[in-house]
């Protein structure tokens, strides 16, 4: 079984400021940092560093971002050999955190919107029925890879974030594990409380497994209509940044590992638990050691 990651890689600028910005406001930020991110580059690496053959797909520029990107998967243990390298500038972010380590995320694609349908046929010869695909929405022709995936008899999993009219082209049947936080919980469903979100999940995707993460509440995870739970764990947050990616990686490790979902939501609990308390995206995602005991 091989995990493929098609997705996304962005050059994240990450600036520390006081609030988050009003409308109309100019504030000056007091720090500035560039990382790797991306939400498809910082599952890549949660998978990989959780102990999967984990392989990404995606594009970056022809440039030095697009090189340091791939050191950053390729020091983690990610395979890269199917990264596509074009003429053209790499997706990137500008991302706010604030005193209370929220943050918040302005996205420009770049070279992760200029995926074709050559490239795409490509890097699926590469993978068979029973293998893993991991989704986020942050490329183009989203539909398109849910679909051939599909048609490969891959196990689809979908982080639909960021949430956006795109969505609605993609076929939703066909997925198999949705990781959701709470804000795309309610967009999605037009729902407010997690039970809602999940009752929502439930009439209309009933086969797929949901794991919804709630912030500073916890998380849960809804397999054949049974919910399980999962308090936080408390530490000092600096930058929430790739939390929701590293759950993903950590969980999917337990769970395609056999694992039951109380474990599986335990462990990615822990691991989201170092990366908060880490500045970045890719470099703030612990090790599996890291996590014993
Ligand atoms: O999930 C966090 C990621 O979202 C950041 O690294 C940023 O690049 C955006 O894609």
Known sequence: MKVLNFGSLNV???YQVDHIMLPGETQSSTQRNVFAGGKGLNQSVALAKAGLPTYHAGQVGNDADGEMLLQVLKRNGVDCSLV???????????????KD?????????????????????????????????????????????????YEKGMMIVLNPSPFDAYLDRCDWNKIDVFFINEVEGAQISGKETAEDILAWFREHHPKALVVLTLGGAGSCCMKDGQVYRQEVIPVTAVDTTAAGDTFTGFFMRAYLGGQTIPEALALAARASSVTVSRPGAAESIPAMAELDG
């Open 12 to 14: 994240d600028y990450v």
């Open 101 to 149: 380590a929220q943050n918040c995320i302005l996205l420009f694609g770049g070279a992760n919107r200029c995926i074709d349908a050559v490239y795409r046929k490509e890097v699926f010869s590469h993978f068979s029925a029973g293998d893993v695909i991991v989704l986020q929405n942050e490329i183009n022709d989203l539909d398109q890879v849910i679909d051939e995936a």
């Open 84 to 98: 596509n390298r074009i003429d053209g500038p790499c997706g990137h972010t500008f991302i706010q955190v604030d």
